[in-house]
């Protein structure tokens, strides 16, 4: 992948590399990552730019005559050598740094953020850009978690808590839609919350992973908390199950748990999600 985000994979194995991330969902989502990190760094240059001052002092040194004294000429070789050495190593940070910063990253454990959490992200976004339209338009959990039958090879029950006595509720669920994940289909549901977009993703924990990130324990369940393209995604799996929840809330995101959590006895179940 390294070769190929630098341009140099060419021939047969740069064929066979593209094929690949076009069959493998997790690939070219990590590709995609990586290469939008890669652009932001490219885009920042130049980073310095020499100053009128030291420009016309590197100058004065370089164009220095060369009929002078041999000690004189040995000192201006000598500060000839120091110049020319300084910028040849400047030059060369400057144009290393991006490759630092990569392998720094290139070092980090794969383990940052699962290929789940990083489709889930893809898939918010991609739905807030409207380049991913929902294929059911509903703001009744039974109906949406009734067209996932069949169409998943797991069961979808989406909560409802809008009959619930005194209970304001604070989301609006938009629909839902099938997204690919690992030559699957995982569930796709958006909600609104305070003009806000929520997004919840579910697969069969056979399929979808989760590790990586701020582990946080709540009610038995391993949360797994990363910040990933400006999201807060909170990816946790249960009763079969793995779970994503993507949203640009405050805090941790926390607060869009409330999409199957709004009930009152079910608050102790968010809290330990809150930030200490």
Request: aromatic share 8%.
């Amino acid at each position: 992948m390294n070769l190929y985000l630098d341009n140099e994979l060419q021939g047969d194995e740069r064929v066979e590399f593209e094929y690949h991330l076009r069959e493998c969902q997790s690939c070219r989502l990590l590709a995609q990552a990586e290469k939008r990190f890669l652009n932001g760094v490219r885009a920042t240059e130049p980073l310095y730019v020499a100053s009128p001052e030291l420009t016309a002092r590197v100058r004065s040194v370089l164009e220095a005559p060369a009929n002078d004294a041999v000690d004189g000429w040995r000192l201006h070789s000598s500060r000839k050598a120091r110049v020319i050495g300084t910028i040849a190593a400047a030059a060369l940070l400057l144009l290393l740094l991006p490759i630092l910063i990569w392998r720094g990253r290139e070092r980090e454990p794969r383990s940052s953020a699962s290929s789940f959490a990083l489709m889930a992200a893809d898939t918010h976004l991609r739905h807030i850009r409207g380049q991913l339209p929902l294929e059911i338009t509903s703001t009744e959990p039974r109906e949406v978690s009734e067209w996932f039958v069949n169409k998943v090879g797991f069961s979808v029950k989406i909560p409802n808590y809008k009959e619930a006595p005194g209970l304001e509720k604070l989301y609006t669920m938009e629909g839902a839609r099938l997204v690919a994940y690992k030559n699957d289909y995982a569930a796709y549901v958006a909600y609104q919350m305070n003009n806000q977009p929520i997004s919840l993703v579910i697969t069969s924990d056979s399929v979808g992973q989760t590790f990586g990130g701020e582990e946080i324990k709540a009610k038995g369940l391993i949360f797994h908390y990363n910040a990933i393209q400006g999201l807060k995604v909170l990816t946790w799996s249960d009763r079969g199950l793995t779970y994503a929840l993507v949203s640009d809330l405050e805090e941790r995101g926390q607060k869009s748990c409330v999409v199957c959590h709004q009930d009152i006895k079910e608050q102790d179940f968010i809290t330990p999600l809150k930030p200490r």
